[in-house]
């Protein structure tokens, strides 16, 4: 039976990485004044990006970015932290939740509000260690290397409430392109299947 929980924990784990959320039950609740300001506070982040940023743009992609990842807990069950919540999908207790869940349900909303002056780029954080990984949107001015953006992450925090931050900010992870991490993992698997000799 121990082995049991232990792998399914493992398993659980592989999904995504470090959350400082409790493992108890959180609530959803979120009041509407609270959830303005966070609007406002991202939509202000969004503008310090550039000066082609379009104000009404960032409003709407901040608005996105912060309420719709509260319908898609609702939708998805999510009652619990982020890794409590993740063996619940592993382990077929949820179907949907995990860190690429939540980043591929964002990217789509935001790609459906077709910004002009703002791209989304996709990051994968501590792809390539023993580290679990994790998945995210990132959101830049037009043009600028996604290196340079807004991590945009509503699965960290928990029932998506959506963490923030510039990318060269971020305490927990380290990350980089998804078209990068893709390429450098392709290769590994090519070294790990070649025969010895």
Not at 118 to 125: F, N, T, Y
Not at 129 to 135: C, F, M, Q, R
Request: some cysteine; glycine content about 8%.
């Amino acid at each position: 039976m121990k082995a049991i929980v232990v792998a399914g924990l493992a398993l659980a784990l592989s999904g995504c990485g470090h959350t400082p959320a409790p493992p108890q039950k959180m609530q959803l609740a979120a009041s509407k004044d609270s959830l303005d300001a966070q609007v406002t506070q991202l939509t202000e982040a969004l503008l310090a990006l550039g000066p082609q940023v379009d104000p009404a743009e960032a409003a709407r992609a901040a608005d996105i970015a912060v309420r719709q990842p509260l319908d898609w807990a609702r939708a998805w069950r999510v009652e619990d932290s982020p890794l409590v919540h993740n063996f619940k999908v592993v382990n077929g207790f949820r179907d949907k939740g995990v860190c690429q869940d939540w980043a591929d349900a964002l990217e789509i909303a935001l790609t459906a509000a077709h910004l002009r002056t703002l791209d989304l780029h996709r990051a994968i954080g501590n792809g390539r260690g023993i580290t679990l990984e994790h998945a995210t949107v990132v959101i830049t001015a037009k043009g600028q290397p996604w290196e340079q953006g807004l991590i945009l992450d509503p699965w960290r925090v928990g029932q998506g409430r959506l963490w923030w931050a510039k990318v060269a900010d971020d305490p927990s992870y380290k990350w980089e392109s998804r078209e990068s991490w893709r390429a450098w993992r392709k290769t590994w698997q090519t070294r790990s299947t070649a025969p010895f000799g």
